[in-house]
């Protein structure tokens, strides 16, 4: 089973700053198959990212996702006040498909 | 467009069963497979497993194995998720999700959850 860590598990920023929200697996994830989502309080997970930097449907591009292996970031460029919520990472390549802890994302 | 649409919220007795259902529509309900996805109160998201609403087949976390049940009715678009011997830790949000077009791929239409509490 691949394990998901993310750091921070707090982060806490204005709007306008950048943030940057760290994944890091326990073994190299397969191919591309690296998403994130975000969640707000009772709402579903919405996809944010997949294949590691690819952008899903309506997704501004203030969004973008990096990284390879076992190492992923997510960074927002600037903070919009709808953005404070949590952000998980997932892995999609091998079962079973796991989510990391998440990130809470608050405004300072 | 595409909606998941699920059951609404049960309470039920420890050592219970409770199905959950999510209704698809909006797109070719046997073309994409279907994920279960949990979240007890202030946690993370939990993956129970996944359904190919096709074949019927299924893939459960080893968590799970033994306790749940995948289960569709193509004839409504409808899948199911059962999960037995009920537990306090069982308590949560249950999610169905669809993926973006093959099996290994991100989850890109959730349902709306569905809350199952246990408590005697």
Not at chain 1, 19 to 24: E, K, W
Not at chain 1, 54 to 76: E, K, V
Not at chain 2, 9 to 16: D, I, L, M, R, S
Not at chain 2, 91 to 100: D, G, K
Request: with cysteine.
């Amino acid at each position: 089973e691949i394990v998901l860590t993310q750091s921070p598990g707090t982060l806490s920023l204005s709007p306008g700053e950048r943030a940057s929200l760290s994944c890091r697996a326990s073994q190299s994830v397969s191919s591309i198959s690296l998403a994130w989502y975000q969640q707000k309080p009772g709402q579903a997970p919405r996809l944010l990212i997949y294949g590691v930097s690819s952008r899903a449907t309506g997704i501004p591009d203030r969004f973008s996702g990096s990284g390879s292996g076992t190492d992923f970031t997510l960074t927002i460029s600037r903070l919009e006040p709808e953005d404070f919520a949590v952000y998980y990472c997932q892995q999609y390549g091998s079962s079973p498909f796991t989510f990391g802890q998440g990130t809470k994302l608050e405004i300072k | 467009q595409v909606q998941l649409v699920q059951s609404g919220a049960e309470v039920k007795k420890p050592g219970a069963s409770v199905r959950v259902s999510c209704k698809a529509s909006g797109y070719t309900f046997t073309s994409y497979y279907m994920h279960w996805v949990r979240q007890a109160p202030g946690q993370g998201l939990e993956w129970m497993g996944i359904i190919n609403p096709s074949a019927g087949g299924t893939n459960y976390a080893q968590k799970f194995q033994g306790r749940v049940t995948m289960t569709r009715d193509t004839s409504t678009s409808t899948v199911y998720m059962e999960l037995s011997s009920l537990r306090s830790e069982d308590t949560a949000v249950y999610f169905c999700a669809r993926v973006y077009s093959d099996k290994w791929s991100p989850f890109d239409y959730w349902g709306q959850g569905t809350l199952v509490t246990v408590s005697s």
